[in-house]
């Protein structure tokens, strides 16, 4: 007995699934594949046109020196203006939406005392209590950046 027809049909139907695919995959595959490597060549373009949203602290020296300065030679040099400040693409183009949040709870996200905080990260315990160890009091007391610079970190 003879497999030859057989083994004909098999290959025939092989090839026919090989052309296939290799039509489908040229209407699917983006004509800048491979341009570069491995990927669609295209998506370069497309990423650098998208909106800058996240600078770092040295691009806001341009226009607002004088806080750099500050901030430069504080405690928070390590702190980006951004975390305290919103990401520069609100600020983009709409200048006066740059706010800063001068809440305490702005403050405590970090300083808050927490069991597992690291002891290096100087934290307090309360509001009151800290004032109370400051020996601190009155209406001008009651948030942390009435006593000190944001920047800096001094108290005033
Ligand atoms: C191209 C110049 C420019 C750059 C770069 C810039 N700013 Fe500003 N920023 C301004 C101007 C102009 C104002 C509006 C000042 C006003 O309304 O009196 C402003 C306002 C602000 C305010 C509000 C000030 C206030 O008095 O309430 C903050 C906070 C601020 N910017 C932070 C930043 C941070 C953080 C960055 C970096 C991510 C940055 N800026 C980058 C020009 C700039
Ligand atoms: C730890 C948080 C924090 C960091 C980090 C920080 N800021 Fe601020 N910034 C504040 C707060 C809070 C205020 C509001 C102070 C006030 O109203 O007394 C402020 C105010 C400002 C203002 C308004 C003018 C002024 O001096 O009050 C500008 C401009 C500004 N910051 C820019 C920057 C830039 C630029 C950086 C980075 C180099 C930066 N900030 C880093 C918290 C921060
Ligand atoms: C993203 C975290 C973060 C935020 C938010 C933050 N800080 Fe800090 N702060 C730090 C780090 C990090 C240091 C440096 C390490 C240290 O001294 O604890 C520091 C240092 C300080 C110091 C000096 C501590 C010392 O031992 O002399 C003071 C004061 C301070 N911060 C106050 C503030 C105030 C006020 C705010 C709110 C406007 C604030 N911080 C927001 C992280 C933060
Ligand atoms: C009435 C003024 C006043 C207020 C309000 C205040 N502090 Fe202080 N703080 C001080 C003084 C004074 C010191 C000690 C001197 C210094 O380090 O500059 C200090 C020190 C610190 C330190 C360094 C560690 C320590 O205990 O000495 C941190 C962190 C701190 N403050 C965070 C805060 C935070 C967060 C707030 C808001 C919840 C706040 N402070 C509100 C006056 C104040």
Redesign the pocket.
């Known amino acids: 007995m003879s497999y030859r027809s057989h083994t004909i049909r098999l290959v025939m139907i092989i090839g026919a699934l090989v052309a296939v695919f290799a039509l489908v995959r040229s209407f699917l595959i983006p004509e800048s594949f491979g341009t570069y490597g491995h990927y669609r060549g295209a998506n370069l373009a497309e990423q650098m046109e998208m909106p800058l949203v996240h600078m770092e602290?040295?691009f806001?020296?341009d226009?607002?020196q004088?806080?750099?300065t500050?901030?430069?030679s504080g405690n928070?040099r390590t702190?980006?203006?951004?975390?305290?400040?919103g990401h520069w693409e609100i600020h983009n183009g709409n200048l006066k939406t740059?706010t800063?949040?001068?809440g305490n709870d702005?403050?405590l996200l970090?300083h808050q005392a927490l069991t597992g905080r690291p002891a290096s990260l100087s934290q307090v315990k309360s509001l009151a209590l800290h004032l109370a160890e400051k020996e601190k009091s009155g209406t001008d007391a009651q948030t942390?950046?009435?006593c000190h610079?944001?920047?800096t970190?001094l108290s005033e």
């Open positions: 602290s040295a806001c020296m226009c607002h004088e806080q750099h500050d901030w430069r928070h702190v980006n203006c951004e975390v305290c400040h740059m800063a949040v001068k702005a403050c970090c942390c950046v009435e610079d944001p920047h970190t």
